[in-house]
């Protein structure tokens, strides 16, 4: 297929060939009358067919380069629309096509940027030579990667705002592997990053609210009874066994709140090693094995994983077990049996805790988990909540299913420990 620019040229030289050659061919000939007029219009219908035949093709190139002129217009009208930054760079980092946000977020309106990469460009606009070096680094790992890469770039701008983008690189290759260019769009999510902090501190200061109303409900209860069994045995002047005894288990209660904040919100050092899982299992159900018995309630234990090694804290997890095992308990009032299966998957150990308890409904279900939320009528609503916070501070994971009337099952995973080879 012949190109705009050479099409004419051999439209011009075949002419004049095709006219000398026949009209020197025909002179040679030597021939008159009809056979000359034969030759005569034969060689002017060829001349005709072939600029015919020329005319079409330059008519055609003419429509294709309209079409290709109008799609680009069109394209570089809808780029500059845009109100991201749209930069196209060849495979040596040098500029070819930025559109008019991209111009004027880089001061770049009155600058001949085509052809110039960004350490030239740093040179022309200092104020965002830093920003051009980072973006020499950021094309090089994507050129290196050979696949889109996004990131966040934050910078400020002449007018001393702090700008954010969300930013997507594209390398483009030949098919011989070598590099062929480099797309870039950013958005501007500044507005979206303002968004999200001013939420971020509404959350906060939301959760900062509950927690404190909850601790403000959950202590002064105990403080009212202590004060009131205070003021009858000053009012007596009498030292009740019954009487201490139930300001001491106040206190207690206290103390249990006060210490499930203090794991919920605090960090703390732990002391992390190796060590059997079944030795956790075994701890937890004869600490509280009698409570079980007192409540009518049996445990069975299912260890199909007893060379368990989990590397964690072990009063931690006893903790855990012994929040959902009371809870089993606490949920079956006329007995029942608490089954507790533990197992080995892959690189995980998983443990079922399943009750036939009262159940909870889906709606409730929605809510276990969350600080102050409890079905105990003497509660904090921390306990679940803290213990999934030590689970997945193991890497692990606590989920509940339960159906009212049918019991709960808690399911919590962690993962086993591979001795360092």
């Known amino acids: 297929m012949f190109t705009k620019p050479n099409i004419v040229p051999i439209y011009i030289i075949f002419s004049v060939a095709w006219i ?27 001349f ?4 015919v035949f020329f005319l079409c093709m330059m008519l055609k190139k003419r429509e294709q380069l309209r079409k290709l002129t109008e799609e680009k217009q069109l394209m570089s009208t809808l780029i500059n629309s845009m109100p991201d930054f749209v930069c196209l760079k060849d495979s040596k980092g040098r500029w070819l096509k930025v559109n008019d946000f991209g111009k004027k977020l880089y001061k770049l309106e009155n600058v001949d940027y085509f052809g110039k990469n960004d350490k030239e460009l740093g040179e022309i606009v200092p104020f965002f030579s830093e920003v051009f070096d980072c973006c020499v680094i950021t094309d090089e790992e994507t050129w290196k990667a050979r696949e889109l890469s996004r990131f966040e770039e934050s910078f400020v701008t002449p ?8 930013v997507i690189k594209v390398p483009f290759f030949y098919e011989n592997g070598e590099r062929k260019g480099i797309l870039t769009i950013g958005r501007d999510i500044t507005q979206q990053k303002l968004a999200e902090s001013l939420l971020l501190k509404k959350e906060k200061l939301s959760v900062l609210g509950e927690l404190a109303a909850g601790i403000a409900h959950e202590v002064r209860n105990p403080l009212t009874s202590i004060k009131g069994f205070i003021q009858i045995m ?16 106040e206190l207690e209660r206290i103390n249990q709140i006060i210490s499930e904040l203090l794991v919920l919100g605090k960090p703390q050092s732990y002391c992390y090693k190796p060590f059997p899982l079944n030795e956790v299992m075994d701890y937890v159900i004869n600490l509280i094995g009698h409570e079980a018995m007192l409540n009518n309630v049996t445990i069975r234990l299912n260890n199909n994983g007893l060379n368990s090694i989990i590397y964690g804290d072990k009063n931690q997890l006893i903790q855990v077990f012994i929040n959902i095992i009371k809870n089993s308990i606490e949920a079956m009032p006329k007995g029942g049996f608490i089954d507790i299966t533990i197992s080995e998957e892959e690189n995980d150990s998983k443990i079922c805790i399943k009750d ?3 159940g909870i409904s889906k709606e409730r279900l929605a809510k276990i988990g969350e600080p102050f939320f409890t079905l105990k009528e003497k509660g904090m609503g921390l306990g679940l909540t803290t213990s999934t916070k030590i689970v997945q501070e193991h890497k692990g994971t606590l989920n509940i299913d339960s159906e009212v009337g049918k019991g709960t099952t808690v399911y919590v995973t962690l993962p086993l420990h591979k001795d360092e080879v």
């Open 159 to 166: 007018e001393g705002e702090m700008k954010t983008f969300d």
């Open 48 to 51: 005709i067919v072939v600029s």
């Open 234 to 249: 000053k009012e007596t002047k009498r030292v009740e066994e019954s009487y201490i005894q139930i300001v001491l288990d």
């Open 356 to 358: 036939t308890g009262v």
């Open 20 to 46: 000398v050659l026949t009209d020197i061919l025909v002179y040679f000939l030597n021939v008159d009358g009809v056979v000359r007029l034969i030759i005569e219009i034969g060689k002017g219908s060829i």
